[in-house]
C-alpha cells in the first residue's frame, strides 16, 4: 500500500514537472532505462 502511494505521489509530480519541458521527461525516462537495467541484471 505504501509503495502504491509512492508510485501515484510520483505520478503527479511528474504530471507537474512536464509542464515544465520536455528535458525533465527525457531525463526521468533515461533514469527508468538504467533503474530497469539494473533490476534485469539482478
Do not use: F, P
Not at 509530480?13 to 534485469?40: F, H
Request: charged letters at 20%; one cysteine or more; aromatic letters at 8%.
Amino acid at each position: 500500500m505504501i509503495s502504491l502511494n509512492l508510485v501515484l505521489a510520483g505520478l503527479r509530480l511528474g504530471l507537474k514537472n512536464r509542464q515544465v519541458g520536455e528535458k525533465w521527461v527525457s531525463d526521468d525516462c533515461s533514469y527508468l532505462c538504467k533503474g530497469l537495467g539494473i533490476l534485469t541484471w539482478h
